[in-house]
């Protein structure tokens, strides 16, 4: 659940947001413009519930999601089990990556920016050991891996398609696969 303050901001946007998509509404707007003008609203409050600071990086409000993250994350470490961690906002990767850092935790990362000998430098790495955590752009983690070292997957935020986050689950789900897999969403 958001806390107060996330909720009270994620509230002030929406209301923003309502506001500036009625008063643009008189505009000799076409249908196309302002879709996408809805689109773009819609994209900075789903940005708000992964982390207030991917609206507006001077809020100075934590992010529920990430200290759930940390918690489950913990857990799942102390039990000895490997985990792919999917996000579409490679910048929400980031505060990922800091919370990581900051517990020493090794991990891999990739995201659509990573080159093609790095990638698979990354996955090798992962299935012999080298990091508990896999950092993954959905879009960069959607097909083509084979992750079988893991046997959890944490989805921090939902995609417009749910067939897209159930391939990039199955990247554990593969041939070789000996455990179950758990996934978080």
């Known amino acids: 659940e958001p806390s107060m303050e996330e909720t009270a901001f994620y509230e002030a946007l929406r209301r923003k947001a309502v506001k500036s998509l009625a008063t643009k509404m008189n505009n000799d707007e076409s249908a196309g413009e302002r879709s996408l003008r809805i689109l773009a609203e819609i994209m900075k409050l789903r940005r708000a519930c992964c982390h207030p600071q991917l609206?507006?990086?001077?809020?100075?409000?934590?992010?529920?999601?990430?200290?759930q993250f940390g918690e489950t994350?913990?857990?799942?470490?102390?039990?000895?089990?490997?985990?792919?961690?999917?996000?579409?906002?490679?910048?929400?990767?980031?505060?990922?990556?800091?919370?990581?850092?900051?517990?020493?935790?090794?991990?891999?990362?990739?995201?659509?920016?990573?080159?093609?000998?790095?990638?698979?430098?990354?996955?090798?790495?992962?299935?012999?050991?080298?990091?508990?955590?896999?950092?993954?752009?959905?879009?960069?983690?959607?097909?083509?891996?084979?992750?079988?070292?893991?046997?959890?997957?944490?989805?921090?935020?939902?995609?417009?398609?749910?067939?897209?986050?159930d391939q990039a689950s199955d990247r554990a789900h593969r041939i070789g696969q000996r455990r179950p897999v758990t996934v978080y969403r």
């Open 55 to 67: 609206v507006d990086a001077k809020v100075p409000i934590a992010s529920s999601k990430l200290a």
């Open 73 to 165: 994350l913990a857990e799942i470490l102390a039990n000895d089990h490997k985990v792919l961690v999917f996000s579409q906002f490679v910048d929400h990767l980031a505060y990922l990556r800091q919370h990581l850092n900051k517990e020493q935790i090794p991990y891999q990362y990739l995201d659509g920016q990573t080159p093609a000998k790095k990638r698979q430098q990354a996955v090798d790495a992962f299935q012999c050991g080298d990091g508990e955590v896999f950092l993954i752009s959905l879009r960069a983690g959607g097909t083509g891996l084979n992750l079988t070292a893991a046997d959890y997957v944490i989805h921090m935020d939902p995609w417009w398609n749910p067939a897209v986050e």
